[in-house]
């Protein structure tokens, strides 16, 4: 599966983005969707992930801020981002692993969230 993210902007402070995963080639079928972000100077994290079932788990710092979601056609995966701080400031990517694999095989470009203080 190819994947292309998208979204990424300028937000100011407190203010919301949502980023979208597509999938091409295949859907997110037999696809556990993550994603991982990577500030300047820092190693790529976990943000998010969602399961085939739709079961999602999340990092301690969205604090219930973020939402992960798949739509029904499983071809997009999304991440709602609300309350954004200058530490959520990112390249945002996405990535796919097969339901059987602990290995991301597929990765999306990219996309950059910028929050202003």
């Known amino acids: 599966v190819q994947l292309q993210a998208s979204g990424g902007g300028l937000v100011q402070s407190g203010g919301s983005l949502r980023l979208s995963c597509a999938a091409s080639?295949?859907?997110?079928?037999?696809?556990?969707v993550s994603w991982y972000r990577q500030a300047p100077g820092k190693q790529r994290e976990f943000v998010a992930t969602i399961t085939r079932s739709g079961g999602t788990n999340y990092a301690n710092f969205v604090k219930g801020r973020f939402t992960i979601s798949r739509d029904k056609a499983e071809t997009m995966v999304y991440l709602q981002m609300n309350t954004l701080e200058p530490d959520d400031m990112a390249v945002y990517y996405c990535?796919?692993?097969?339901?059987?694999?602990?290995?991301?095989?597929?990765w999306g470009q990219g996309t950059l969230v910028t929050v202003s203080s």
């Open positions: 990535g796919a692993r097969p339901f059987y694999s602990a290995d991301i095989v597929s």
């Open positions: 080639g295949r859907s997110f079928s037999s696809y556990v």
